[in-house]
């Protein structure tokens, strides 16, 4: 959060900042990551004290933004509308070839289910991502999930542990979250 604050000032973005003893700029990420896990694409919401198009706004943090991060484009929310919605994530994660075996089969099955509960090992609370699912594929060694976002409870780590890969980031493997979309 302190690079993307520090990336506003230096492109003179005329934020909003909270009142109290310590203001802080206006921006969030309307779905925060989990620990652990990578992102490609993200989006973060950014409240302004002036009227700016997208471009223009693009056009000033382009200059200043730090190495290894890219800003792929710049959307002004309708007047009127107080938070973006998240409608769907997508999640991409390596399997590596000892868990390839009967992992299209457990695929088939899950998506043919209309339930399919996990416990989860830290507090044995036990969540259906089943209802979340609305795409899940294995392709070339990756797994590809898109998961809604208004079933609450069900994440990623949910359906590995559904397909019984739930140790696959123990063993060094990560979670990529490369899309998120907004409900327009």
Same mark, same amino acid.
């Given at each position: 959060?302190?690079?993307?604050?520090?990336?506003?000032?230096?492109?003179?973005? !005329? $934020?909003?900042?909270?009142?109290?003893?310590?203001?802080?700029?206006?921006?969030?990420?309307?779905?925060?990551?989990? %620990?652990?896990?990578?992102?490609?694409?993200? %989006?973060?919401?950014?409240?302004?004290?002036?009227?700016?198009?997208?471009?223009?706004?693009?056009?000033? $943090?382009? !200059?200043?933004? !730090?190495?290894?991060?890219?800003?792929?484009? %710049?959307?002004?929310? !309708?007047?009127?509308?107080?938070?973006?919605?998240?409608?769907?994530?997508?999640?991409?994660?390596?399997?590596?070839?000892?868990?390839?075996?009967?992992?299209?089969?457990?695929?088939?099955?899950?998506?043919?289910?209309?339930?399919?509960? %996990?416990?989860?090992?830290?507090?044995?609370?036990?969540?259906?991502?089943?209802?979340?699912?609305?795409?899940?594929?294995?392709?070339?060694?990756? $797994?590809?999930?898109?998961?809604?976002?208004?079933?609450?409870?069900?994440?990623?780590?949910?359906?590995?542990?559904?397909?019984?890969?739930?140790? @696959?980031?123990?063993?060094?493997?990560? @979670?990529?979250?490369?899309?998120?979309?907004?409900?327009?």
């Amino acid at each position: 959060m302190r690079s993307m604050e520090r990336l506003f000032r230096r492109a003179g973005l !005329p $934020l909003s900042f909270s009142e109290g003893f310590h203001p802080k700029p206006r921006m969030t990420f309307p779905l925060a990551l989990a %620990v652990g896990i990578e992102a490609l694409d993200e %989006v973060m919401e950014l409240e302004l004290t002036e009227s700016l198009s997208g471009d223009e706004v693009f056009g000033r $943090l382009a !200059p200043h933004v !730090p190495p290894g991060m890219t800003i792929c484009s %710049v959307d002004m929310l !309708p007047a009127g509308t107080k938070k973006a919605k998240v409608c769907c994530t997508t999640y991409q994660i390596p399997v590596p070839p000892a868990h390839h075996a009967g992992l299209p089969e457990q695929i088939q099955n899950l998506l043919a289910a209309s339930t399919w509960p %996990v416990i989860r090992s830290r507090g044995q609370k036990k969540v259906d991502p089943r209802p979340a699912i609305q795409s899940l594929a294995f392709c070339d060694g990756v $797994l590809s999930m898109c998961l809604r976002t208004d079933q609450p409870g069900a994440g990623p780590r949910d359906v590995l542990a559904a397909l019984n890969l739930a140790d @696959l980031e123990n063993e060094g493997v990560h @979670l990529v979250r490369t899309n998120v979309e907004l409900a327009v």
